[in-house]
């Protein structure tokens, strides 16, 4: 895997993570839900920036194609998701979920392992 990949894997990793906290804080701090439109302008602006770096950087690591961009990020999202409702909801994923996410791990193998 070379240096855009993993930078843009990364960028994309850190977007999905303020994604959740964007979407999901009203479930952990009461708080948030009385500043949904803080929430949305800040995070929204955060996360468009990091997907924008992110994405490109994958699509300069696979020479300019922007299929593993697409698919990359969305499977890093499932991913994240999973880890982060685990750690701040408690809700583990159930057979039909666990499945689901198995997928995206694959998904993620095919797109950085295959050549």
Same mark, same amino acid.
Not at 99 to 109: Q, R, T
């Given at each position: 895997m070379n240096?855009? &990949?993993? $930078? %843009? &894997? $990364?960028?994309?990793v850190i977007a999905q993570f303020v994604v959740w906290f964007q979407t999901n804080s009203q479930f952990v701090w009461p708080a948030a839900k009385d500043h949904k439109i803080l929430l949305s302008v800040v995070g929204g602006t955060i996360i468009s920036y990091l997907f924008i770096i992110g994405v490109g950087e994958i699509a300069q690591g696979f020479n300019g194609q922007v299929w593993p961009s697409r698919l990359i990020p969305a499977a890093t999202g499932t991913v994240v998701f999973t880890i982060m409702t685990w750690a701040f909801l408690n809700q583990g994923p159930?057979?039909?979920? %666990? &499945?689901? &996410? $198995? $997928?995206?791990?694959?998904?993620?193998?095919?797109?950085?392992l295959w050549k």
């Open positions: 240096k855009h &990949i993993s $930078l %843009g &894997i $990364l960028y994309c159930d057979l039909k979920t %666990g &499945i689901c &996410i $198995l $997928l995206s791990f694959v998904i993620l193998a095919i797109q950085i």
